[in-house]
């Protein structure tokens, strides 16, 4: 074999590892990205102690829409726009500051944190049906007349954010 075939091969077989790894580790079972903020800089040039504070992004990942739903009595199907549901979630942050003392010796900092929560939304939709019923075996397989509808879907949203305050020593 030749050493330009050997080295396409390898490269091929790299790739091919590579493309296999990625796809074990999907970017959806991640959920959050954390987000600092460097403060270190200005901590040491001021000389005093600075509040900490980080977060978490969620990362949102669509959902697949519920298909068509045929009902009796109907020209179309229910759901003629349907809704997408969005999963994702609400940020969270975290933030640590030094108190002086005001709470007594023990407690010389004091913690907000509310972490990432998670968040299902679901966008709107549109039903409609036509002026016209599904044909009738009474009348020949003719259809009947009829008032047209047209319906909007609310949208959906559902989460159960929490948050935690806390004064400590050292936090």
Known sequence: MKSTTRG??????TGVAAAVGAAAT???AVGTVPLPVPLG????ALGMELPRVGGELPLP???????????????????AVPRLPV???LPGLDV??????????GFDHVGVSTPASGLRAVSPG?????PLTGPRAGHA???????????????ALRTAPGAEMVAGPGL
């Open 26 to 28: 999907p970017a959806a």
């Open 8 to 13: 396409t091969l390898a490269a091929l077989v």
């Open 61 to 79: 990942t669509a959902g697949s829409p519920e298909g068509p739903r045929f009902a009796e009595g109907r020209l179309l199907p229910a759901g």
């Open 141 to 155: 397989g003719l259809p009947d007349l009829k008032q047209p509808q047209l319906g909007l879907l609310a949208p």
């Open 126 to 130: 549109l039903t409609a049906d036509g």
């Open 41 to 44: 800089g200005a901590e040491t």
């Open 87 to 89: 999963h994702g979630g």
């Open 96 to 105: 640590r500051a030094p108190l002086a003392h005001a709470l007594g010796d």
